[in-house]
């Protein structure tokens, strides 16, 4: 699996910014994803997500697998 997250963050008025992480395969189609928000404490976890593919990947950086599954909450 390849994991990534959002370069640049999305505001969340009132709750500050908000992360997008993907967990992928390798022909990069999107197996789970959430949504974190640090400041307010909240994870959304998307584990069959609308989103099958990465439409645009360069908008993407890499993250560790621990990461990911420490928000998932199997880590």
Same mark, same amino acid.
Not at 5 to 33: H, S
């Given at each position: !699996?390849?994991? *990534?997250?959002?370069?640049? %963050?999305? =505001?969340?008025?009132?709750? $500050? *910014?908000?992360? =997008?992480? #993907? &967990? /992928?395969?390798?022909? +990069?189609?999107?197996?789970? =994803?959430?949504?974190?928000? %640090?400041?307010?404490?909240?994870?959304?976890? #998307? %584990?069959?997500?609308?989103?099958?593919?990465? !439409?645009?990947? @360069?908008?993407? &950086?890499? /993250?560790? @697998?621990? =990461? *990911? +599954?420490?928000?998932? $909450?199997? $880590?």
């Amino acid at each position: !699996m390849k994991y *990534f997250k959002t370069i640049q %963050p999305q =505001m969340v008025p009132g709750k $500050g *910014f908000a992360w =997008m992480l #993907y &967990e /992928c395969d390798d022909n +990069l189609k999107v197996v789970r =994803m959430l949504n974190h928000i %640090p400041e307010a404490a909240e994870t959304a976890k #998307y %584990p069959n997500p609308v989103v099958k593919r990465l !439409m645009q990947p @360069e908008k993407l &950086e890499a /993250c560790e @697998e621990k =990461m *990911f +599954l420490d928000l998932w $909450g199997t $880590g």
